[in-house]
């Protein structure tokens, strides 16, 4: 009989479907955790191997005991995953079959009062991932200046009273050091205004993670991790990314749009002279949100809450180079979805289906060619034209005035600007 762990690792299935695992083939777990991810690949593999990069070392030890029956199988590596490049090659491994990351805290960090990561618990402010690093979260509160808190409060919890925290931060550390996680809870409570505490979130949740990010450099670690992924991914690997905040998911869209473009060079050029190769083809399912939360706001996995919406993951293959399609980045959720018909598209929400109107139905040019579409290039919005119209002239022709504008859900804006 397995022992339980009493942990369940978050979207498990889409991981293992988005990595299609091959039973001979080489993967990276690069967020070990307490093992759950690396455990499910690990059942599928025969004779492949898994690397593990944790740089917890509590993390460590739990999966060598979890792991345990897999033997050799399976390498565990005490380290950060922004020197992911530098690990593969210590260890000889030139190309990897598949790579999966689960961003942010885990449970376990969340549920040890001591590791100070909760605002749940009166505790020593610490909050490093890696235990031997040396700038923790009491440094951080009681030496950093105004205005260095103020930013990171703003940048990494977009914390709209960062000023206000930032100040009530400076002025109770003129008396004593701030030591507790209890007591800088109870400081940014009484620098927020009434309004701001009469929200459902934990008045100190923003604020906790910024600093937590700020301790251990999160959003720094991730162009490196990405860059080191995309050289290391063998012909047809895969690399899955779980994102939990909006600010991890921005980085990690941005990064991989930036992989999978290739050349940058201006249109008008006959021929390419910046040299860039498309490093990997980004595809984003539809993957499904996490939406449950359980008592006091820090929720264990997988009932944690996302900042607006969910956790979601993403997928990128290698690229070859010359790919047909050009620029194919797809919305996060396929916000405006794909239409593949007439028929598909007045059904669709997110279609302006009245007389002699136009309709934005996909973002893709790529997608048009079934259904008859036409766009102005691969970025812009697909538009239909009603039968009793003349067909556009070509792809520089005038359009006719678009739909009304629409607010669209903020995991949209990431990759592409509506163009009406």
């Known amino acids: ?95 990897v079959d598949g790579m999966l990351f689960d961003l942010g805290v885990s449970s376990p960090q969340l549920d040890e009062p001591q590791r100070g990561f909760s605002y749940m618990h009166d505790a020593p402010l610490d909050m490093r991932m890696d235990r031997t690093a040396s700038l923790d979260a009491g440094a951080v509160v009681n030496t950093w200046s105004y205005e260095e808190l103020r930013r990171i409060l703003f940048a990494y919890g977009e914390e709209r009273y960062a000023p206000q925290i930032a100040r009530a931060i400076v002025r109770r550390r003129e008396d004593r050091p701030i030591r507790t996680t209890g007591e800088l809870a109870e400081i940014i409570r009484s620098a927020m205004p009434p309004k701001a505490l009469r929200e459902k979130q934990h008045p100190a949740k ?113 690229s070859s180079g010359n790919h047909p399609g050009g620029r194919r980045i797809v919305p996060w959720r396929l916000i405006i979805r794909t239409a593949q018909s007439a028929d598909t598209a007045r059904k669709t929400p997110w279609t302006e289906t009245s007389p002699g109107s136009w309709t934005a139905v996909s973002w893709s040019a790529s997608w048009t060619a079934a259904a008859g579409w036409t766009s102005t290039n691969s970025m812009s919005a697909v538009l239909k034209q009603p039968p009793s119209a003349t067909p556009a002239a070509g792809p520089r022709s005038r359009r006719p005035s678009a739909p009304p504008r629409r607010f669209l859900p903020w995991r949209c804006w990431g990759l592409c600007v509506p163009p009406f």
């Not at 397995?2 to 080489?26: F, N, Q, S, T």
């Not at 995953?81 to 190309?95: A, E, K, R, T």
């Not at 869209?253 to 992989?259: A, Y």
């Open 1 to 95: 009989m397995e022992k339980d762990y009493g942990h369940k690792p978050v979207l498990l299935e889409e991981c293992l479907e988005a990595l299609a695992i091959r039973p001979e083939g080489v993967y990276v777990d690069g967020t070990l955790g307490r093992a759950g991810h690396s455990q499910a690949i690990l059942r599928r593999l025969t004779t492949g191997r898994l690397i593990g990069i944790d740089r917890d070392l509590a993390a460590i030890d739990a999966a060598r005991e979890r792991l345990a029956d897999f033997g050799d199988r399976v390498t565990l590596v005490h380290g950060n995953f922004s020197d992911l490049g530098d690990i593969l090659q210590n260890l000889g491994i030139v190309g």
């Open 206 to 318: 923003r604020s906790f993670q910024a600093i937590r990010i700020a301790v251990n450099g999160e959003l720094d670690a991730l162009p490196p991790m990405l860059e080191a992924a995309a050289d290391h991914l063998a012909p047809g690997g895969r690399l899955a990314v779980i994102t939990f905040h909006s600010l991890e998911d921005r980085a990690v869209k941005q990064k991989l749009r930036e992989l999978s473009t290739g050349c940058t060079c201006p249109p008008e050029f006959p021929v390419c002279v910046c040299g860039k190769k498309t490093k990997i083809e980004a595809r984003n399912p539809q993957a499904r949100p996490i939406r449950a939360c359980g008592a006091g706001g820090e929720s264990p996995r997988p009932q944690r809450q996302a900042a607006r919406g969910g956790a979601y993951g993403m997928v990128a293959l290698p």
